[in-house]
Nanobody, 119 residues
Framework: QVQLVESGGGLVQPGGSLRLSCAASGIIFSINTMAWYRQSPGKRRELVAAITNTGTTNYADAVKGRFTISRDNAKNTVYLQMNSLKPEDTAVYYC?????????????WGQGTQVTVSS
């Protein structure tokens, strides 16, 4: 069994910064792309940023230039550095990764961490 555990959410003022972390645990043979999604009340879950195991990244237009995704392959951990936060960034943030484990590939999701941007 594998799981993803997120941390780092919270309340921040507009213009502030937060850093989210997501660590994978369990029997892990490999992880290719790791990604962050977010979901606001009444909206669909949307992709925020993704990173492959070789470091190729892509971002949603809404966060380009403000957010940076990175990962530590040795620790099976992905990070999301969020700068210049705006109220519209308020959402529950989830990490996701297809993890090769015993029995095949498991599409794992974290439990979510709340990010609130408000003055």
């Amino acid at each position: 069994q594998v799981q993803l555990v997120e941390s780092g959410g919270g309340l921040v003022q507009p213009g502030g910064s937060l850093r989210l972390s997501c660590a994978a645990s369990g029997i892990i043979f490999s992880i290719n792309t790791m990604a962050w999604y977010r979901q606001s009340p009444g909206k669909r879950r949307e992709l925020v940023a993704a990173i492959t195991n070789t470091g190729t990244t892509n971002y949603a237009d809404a966060v380009k230039g403000r957010f940076t995704i990175s990962r530590d392959n040795a620790k099976n951990t992905v990070y999301l550095q969020m700068n210049s936060l705006k109220p519209e960034d308020t959402a529950v943030y989830y990490c996701h990764a297809p993890i090769l484990t015993t029995g095949g590939i498991t599409g794992a999701w974290g439990q979510g961490t709340q990010v609130t941007v408000s003055s």
